[in-house]
């Protein structure tokens, strides 16, 4: 019989199987780049392609106090890629020509997210996924400081081997060398909006396994997202997908799962296409107003979204991109990945698969993908957990992880 704890553990491998397949598209936000990079698209895993031809990588700005004793660099071996003030980034932006509106550098100098990680190798996101399980296997327990000084600890080691150090890391860094509190640095989304991304959802699900009641799961998982994504898109998001993740480690029926969630969301006023030429319009979404980001993203339609309505009215083609935007935003995320595993049968290789190839932020919405249907699923595919560059270590750390499970 399949228990609680093995669906867990199939949880867990679907995570990191979700994250390693999407890294190589991570941000192609143009459908077609993804087809005539991929050869007709992604099938499996693959090396972060060079150069990729949307990326605004190389120009992201970081700005710590560098007279200050606490640790700041967090780029080290990367820092060639980022605009900051200890190091010099000799790429010049010439662009604006791509999807997103952001200036990027001439097409040889458009250096991949993920620039230099080989098949099967895991992003940044979930490694720090594995800074939590690790922290809580040494623990015994979560311990909220614990976890912030293993999360400190390893940004600034210069150990991870990928360049692309999120915009939330790079905000919260300002705010800790600037003297705030390591438990009240994480920024606001008020401020940046990209905080509200469905990046912050990852580690909360995963905590959220330690506890059988899901409302203290909730409160604890809620607490953890706000150490890095002060959102209140986030914390929304994280009360729906919980219970959702949690009813099927208990073996609720996949399709009445994913449709009840769905009735809890409501679907945005604008939709992705509308959003993106916005983003062209404005130069980049980090030219649009505050006032007019904030209608932009919570901004919602009036009646809840009807999963088995939505999938008979529209074909897959039309949701991706033109109906609900494949960015970091949760209020069209976190749909569009509930639609990706129901219209593909709850198949985890498949509907991971689907969720590459749909491009955008793949990796974060293929990570929580990989969780719900792993959760879902009798067993994972042995052939995609033993792709995984790191297979040995994440089978002893998914295994010590699974032994605290209560």
Not at 18 to 43: C, Q, R, S, T
Not at 116 to 121: D, I, N, V
Not at 273 to 294: A, D, Q, S, V
Not at 304 to 315: G, R, T, Y
Request: glycine fraction near 8%; charged fraction near 20%.
């Amino acid at each position: 019989m399949h228990t609680k704890k093995e669906r867990i553990k199939n949880a867990l491998w679907g995570l990191f199987i979700g994250d390693a397949l999407a890294m190589p598209a991570h941000w192609y936000y143009n459908l077609e780049n993804i087809k005539k990079d991929f050869n007709g698209g992604v099938a499996g895993y693959e090396d972060a392609p060079h150069p990729h031809p949307e990326s605004f990588m190389v120009g992201m700005g970081y700005y710590p106090n560098i007279h200050t004793q606490r640790p700041f660099d967090i780029t080290g071996r990367h820092s060639r890629f980022y605009n900051t003030n200890y190091s010099e980034m000799k790429i010049s932006l010439e662009s604006h020509e791509q999807e997103h509106g952001n200036a990027t550098p001439k097409l040889d100098e458009r250096y991949h997210y993920h620039h230099g990680l080989k098949a099967g190798e895991n992003t940044l996101g979930a490694h720090l996924v594995r800074v939590l399980m690790r922290s809580i296997i040494e623990n015994g327990t979560y311990s909220d400081t614990r976890f912030m000084n293993d999360f400190i600890a390893y940004m600034t080691s210069d150990n991870s081997n990928d360049p692309y150090t999120e915009i939330y890391i790079r905000r919260f860094f300002e705010n800790y060398t600037n003297g705030a509190s390591p438990m009240n640095a994480a920024e606001l989304q008020s401020n940046t909006w990209s905080i509200g991304s469905h990046g912050g959802l990852i580690r909360p699900l995963i905590l959220s396994l330690l506890y059988d009641d899901p409302v203290d799961a909730l409160g604890i998982a809620i607490e953890h997202q706000n150490l890095t994504h002060r959102s209140q898109n986030v914390a929304s998001s994280l009360s729906v997908l919980l219970p959702l993740l949690h009813q099927l480690t208990k073996k609720r029926e996949p399709l009445d799962a994913f449709v009840n969630a769905g009735s809890k969301l409501h679907l945005p006023t604008i939709q992705g296409e509308e959003l993106f030429e916005l983003y062209r319009k404005y130069n980049g979404p980090g030219n649009i107003p505050k006032e007019m980001m904030f209608r932009l993203h919570t901004t919602f339609q009036k009646e809840p979204f009807d999963l088995k309505a939505f999938m008979q009215e529209h074909q897959e083609s039309e949701v991706v991109r033109t109906i609900l935007a494949n960015a970091c935003y949760t209020e069209h995320g976190v749909p569009l990945l509930l639609y990706l595993c129901v219209q593909h049968n709850f198949d985890l290789k498949n509907a991971l698969l689907a969720n590459v190839n749909a491009g955008g932020d793949n990796v974060h919405r293929g990570m929580i993908m990989g969780l719900l249907l792993g959760a879902c699923s009798e067993r994972v595919d042995e052939n995609l957990k033993k792709g995984l560059v790191d297979y040995k270590e994440l089978n002893q750390e998914i295994e010590a992880f699974f032994q605290i499970i209560i």
